[in-house]
């Protein structure tokens, strides 16, 4: 079974955080990561406190070696503040990738 790669994620600046006044970040910017047997499903979030809204990017990533490449090179061009990764399963990571400076 193969998953498509999303090479187009979408782009939105959302509206304010909150409507209850200011929300203290412990990241400005973060990428979530859903770990599944064959997709990663991932979300970019920075928030931008000039206008107090939040910048949100979705993209889904195989698990092929050339896949994976591409994610993290999708990471790497972000450059979040930190990375978290989820999994319901038992997955089990074969090589560590580290992604640029």
């Excluded at 499903?41 to 910048?55: A, G, S, Y």
Aim: aromatic residues 6%.
């Amino acid at each position: 079974m193969s998953h498509s790669t999303n090479m187009s994620p979408t782009n939105e600046v959302g509206k304010p955080l909150n409507n209850h006044g200011p929300v203290r970040c412990l990241y400005n910017s973060a990428i979530g990561v859903d770990v599944h047997a064959q997709l990663l499903v991932c979300c970019f979030q920075k928030h931008l406190p000039e206008t107090n809204q939040l910048l949100s990017e979705q993209a889904q990533f195989g698990t092929s070696n050339s896949q994976i490449k591409q994610f993290v090179d999708w990471v790497s061009r972000h450059k979040p503040e930190i990375v978290l990764m989820e999994s319901t399963g038992v997955y089990c990571l074969a090589r560590t990738a580290t992604y640029g400076s």
